[in-house]
């Protein structure tokens, strides 16, 4: 069993900066990629950035220049740093891992999520 357990959202105004943690734990062989999602109200859930174990990143176009994702490896930790925020950012925000389980199965793991509020 994996758990993803998220921490450092909570209520900023706009143009304000949070930085997300997540850190996994439990019946871990590696790590493949560790991503945040986001999906507010109304919305699908949606990748914000993703960085895999090697280092290769992935941005949404609405974040690029504003958010800067990185990893721990040896702590199994992945954290987004998100500076100039929005209104339109808020939104739950979910960690995701996609790793290789001690049994050898490929498993994507979610935490439980964390609320961004960017408001005035």
């Known amino acids: 069993q994996v758990q993803l357990v998220e921490s450092g959202g909570g209520l900023v105004q706009p143009g304000g900066s949070l930085r997300l943690s997540c850190t996994a734990s439990?019946?871990?062989?590696?790590?493949?990629?560790m991503g945040w999602y986001r999906q507010a109200p109304g919305k699908q859930r949606e990748l914000v950035a993703a960085e895999t174990s090697g280092g290769s990143t992935n941005y949404a176009d609405f974040v690029k220049g504003r958010f800067t994702i990185s990893r721990d490896n040896a702590k199994n930790t992945v954290y987004l740093q998100m500076n100039s925020l929005k209104p339109e950012d808020t939104a739950v925000y979910y960690c995701k891992a996609d790793l290789k389980a001690i049994t050898m199965v490929p498993v994507s793991s979610w935490g439980q999520g964390t609320q961004v509020t960017v408001s005035s």
């Open positions: 439990g019946s871990i062989f590696n790590i493949w990629a």
